[in-house]
């Protein structure tokens, strides 16, 4: 059987590694935030000023970087889209605009895929944001504005696998569309908007009026009837609540199986009591059309699991419970 390295110095060995990569870049991003300067503005203008998309290109492992920045850019407030610089050649180019901005990343700045695309984008008059680290590139000198990455070594020790110009060039996108999202100031309801499955897009933009469709439930029970009526409406509707209403169906209050069964300890004629007798007359309300967060928010602090939902004329129209919030992810 082969020998296993468990050896306490070959663990100290891969930590130093690690810990010498971590620090190169980190140097890289910092030497690289010291240096931005009017190309920097020059792109976030000319980026908010664009009519069309930002289309970002790039091959090899400035195409998978250009990627991440396309979908960074494209769920903050920057309509973007990535173009395969190969597919490009054969077509997709199409996709191109004269009103368009194209990011361009090549860490040489003479990825033959890339240069290539050069001609026809300038025939089509969409603008060129060059992200490289040789300002004086094919695809520098053929851009209208050029981001130069620096020339950090790379962290590989071989000094060939792409890993510190990597690195600074995702902090270099992440930083430009940051700057974009504030320029535009973009709010956490735009988020929502373009991340609706997730957990932020639910807090952000469901309502309560969601809730009410998937359940339907809303247990009545009128002034004058009993409590043995109300645990019937109860138990057909599977709540551990009903809301009392009057004859025109106005709220009257809110009766729960909490308080039957502390009536219980009063007196043994609870099934017969009239359910306005018993009932919460002040109850936790919420209106139609509230988000479904605020809702939980407010059971959370009336410790309630249950809430009426109410509509402009103060008649309940629903009942929401506390697990149909839990079961969207709130």
């Known amino acids: 059987m082969p020998n296993s390295i468990s050896s306490t110095q070959g663990t100290t060995d891969y930590l130093r590694s690690m810990k010498e990569v971590l620090e190169k870049e980190a140097q890289a991003i910092l030497e690289l935030s010291g240096s931005l300067g009017e190309s920097m503005e020059e792109a976030i203008e000319l980026i908010l000023q664009c009519k069309g998309r930002v289309v970002i290109t790039g091959i090899g492992k400035s195409g998978i970087i250009g990627r991440k920045i ?178 025109h169906g106005f709220m009257v209050g809110i009766l729960t199986d909490g308080d039957i069964r502390r009536a219980f300890v009063l007196t043994d004629n609870v099934l017969e009591t009239k359910v306005e007798d018993l009932c919460n007359l002040t109850p936790v309300v919420i209106n139609e059309g509230t988000l479904a967060a605020k809702a939980l928010e407010l059971m959370e602090e009336s410790k309630v699991n249950v809430l009426p939902v109410i509509n402009e004329m103060k008649q309940p129209v629903a009942m929401i419970h506390l697990h149909d919030l839990v079961n969207l992810g709130l």
């Open 70 to 247: 396309n979908a960074t850019m494209a769920s903050t407030g920057t309509p973007s889209l990535f173009l395969h610089p190969s597919e490009g050649l054969h077509g997709d180019l199409g996709m191109v605009t004269r009103h368009d901005v194209v990011i361009a990343i090549s860490n040489s700045g003479e990825s033959d895929e890339v240069i290539n695309l050069i001609p026809s984008i300038k025939k089509i008059g969409a603008k060129m944001i060059a992200v490289v680290k040789n300002s004086q590139s094919t695809l520098a000198t053929n851009s209208d504005i050029v981001l130069n990455i620096g020339n950090a070594k790379e962290a590989c020790p071989l000094g060939l696998a792409p890993t510190t110009s990597t690195t600074v060039t995702l902090a270099l996108g992440d930083a430009l569309a940051v700057a974009l999202l504030e320029a535009r100031q973009f709010q956490p309801e735009d988020f929502a908007l373009y991340h609706p499955a997730g957990s932020l897009g639910r807090k952000l933009l469901l309502t309560v009026d969601n809730i009410v469709k998937t359940s339907q439930k809303n247990p009545l029970v009128f002034t004058g009837e009993t409590v043995k009526d109300a645990l019937f409406q109860m138990t057909a509707q599977g709540m551990g609540a009903a809301t009392v209403v009057d004859s």
